[in-house]
């Protein structure tokens, strides 16, 4: 089992920065590829970012490409999103992500509970 808290979230301006945080706990965290993940109202969930387990490999959804950075810390069991140009339509709840054979943009075992971006215009 892995357990997942975000926190980072909030609401900022339009171009803007704001940098998310997904703490795991429990089994090894180096294992575990992971990802990040948003849904804004009505919409259903979509991909954001994904990270290897060494953090050696990074994958973006388009939307996000040259604005967004995931990275990770496998000594503090954390993984980052650092979200630079904000954009309104980034409004989201943010959740991270953890699987062991995870793809690219399926496949995870366990989910966060959220943090909310709100990008004001």
């Known amino acids: 089992q892995v357990q997942l808290v975000e926190s980072g979230g909030g609401l900022v301006q339009a171009g803007g920065s704001l940098r998310l945080s997904c703490a795991a706990s429990?089994?090894?965290?180096?294992?575990?590829?992971m990802g990040w993940f948003r849904q804004a109202p009505g919409k259903e969930r979509e991909f954001v970012a994904h990270?290897?387990?060494?953090?050696?490999?990074?994958y973006y959804a388009d939307s996000v490409k040259g604005r967004f950075t995931i990275s990770r810390d496998n000594a503090k069991n954390t993984v980052y999103l650092q979200m630079n140009s904000l954009k309104p339509e980034d409004t989201a709840i943010y959740y991270c992500?953890?699987?062991?054979?995870?793809?690219?943009?399926?496949?995870?075992?366990?989910w966060g509970q959220g943090t909310q971006v709100t990008v004001s215009s």
């Open positions: 992500a953890a699987g062991l054979m995870a793809a690219i943009m399926n496949g995870y075992d366990y």
């Open positions: 990270i290897s387990r060494t953090g050696s490999s990074t």
């Open positions: 429990g089994r090894a965290f180096s294992g575990y590829k």
